[in-house]
C-alpha cells in the first residue's frame, strides 16, 4: 500500500474517532468503553511487542505506566467526560492546540525567553482555542451553557493529559520499540478504567448493548486503534517520520464530514474563526516551533523512526 494513502486513511480513522465515540456514549458508560478499548487493543499489540522484547529497565517501566496514565488514562478519561458535555467536532481543534500549551509551560515552568513571532502566533491560537470553549456564550448570550464549556475544558485537560506524555515519552520512544510501549502503556491503563467500571454495571449491563454500543467498541479496538496504528507504523517505516504530522489536519475535516450526518452538529462561525486562529497562530509560529508538522518538514534527519507520543495514543 501507498505510505501516503495508509496515513490519510489513518487521519480519517482518528479523525472521526470522536463523533463517533460520542454516538456510542449515548448507550456505553465512559470507563467501560475506555477499557474494553485499551485491554483488547493492549492484547492485540501483545505479540508485536514480544516480538520486538528487549530488556527494560524499571526506570523505563515507570516511564511506560506515566506515558500510559497521561497519554491514556487522564487523556481518554477527560475526552470522554468532555464528549457526553460538547460537541464532537470541538475535540480535535482543541486537541491540535498541544504545542501552545507546550510552549507556554516551558516560559512559566523552564523559564526559557519567548521569541516575539512564536510568543504572538502561540497567543493568537490560545485565543482561538478560548474563542472555541466559549463559544456557547456568545451563540446566545441570554443563555450560559455551563455543561458545552465545562465540557470543551475537560478536553484542554484531556490535551493536557496528551502534552505531559509527549514529554515523558519523547526520549523513552528512542530506546524502547513503540509497539512495546503501546502494548503496556494500553494494558497498564486498562486496569486503572477498570477500577471505575464496577460503578457503572450497577446502573448499566451489557445486555443493553445496542448499535452505538458496539459501534463504539468496534471502532475503538480495531480500527482506530489495531488498523490505524498499523497503518501509521507502516507508514513510519516507508517515509521519513518528521512528514508524518503534515496529515494530521485531516482530523477536523473527517470530524465535522461524520458528526453532520451522525450527530447533526454544525460549525458556527465561531468555529471557523477559532479554527483560522489555531492553526494560523500555529503556522505563524512554526518557524520556531520545532514540535510543529510543518516545521518538520524542513528538519532532514533520515534516522528519525519515532514521532511524539502525542500521535502514538491519540484516540481520536
Sequence with gaps: MNPILALIITNIIWGGASPIFKFALQNIPPFTLAFIRFFFAGLIFLPLALKNFQRISLRQWFEIFLVGFFGVFVNITFFFLGLKKTESIN????A?????????FSILFLKEKPKLKVFLGML??????????LSPILLDGKK???GEIEGNFFIVLATFGSVFSTIIGKDLLKKVNPY???????????????????????SWSFYKLNLAGWVGIIYGVFFSSAAAYFLYYYSLSKIDAQEVGLFTYIDPIAAVIIAMPLLHEFPTIYYIIGSFLVFGGIYLAEGRVHWHPINKLKIKNQNSKIKTQSDLVKSL
Design 91 to 94: 475535540v480535535p481543534i482543541i
Design 96 to 104: 491540535s492546540s498541544g504545542p501552545v500549551f507546550i510552549y507556554f
Design 124 to 133: 493568537f491560537a490560545l485565543m482561538g482555542v478560548f474563542l472555541i470553549i
Design 144 to 146: 450560559i451553557y455551563l
Design 180 to 202: 512495546f510501549v503501546s502494548a503496556f502503556s494500553f494494558l497498564s491503563s486498562s486496569i486503572l478504567f477498570l477500577l471505575f467500571v464496577p460503578k457503572e454495571l450497577i
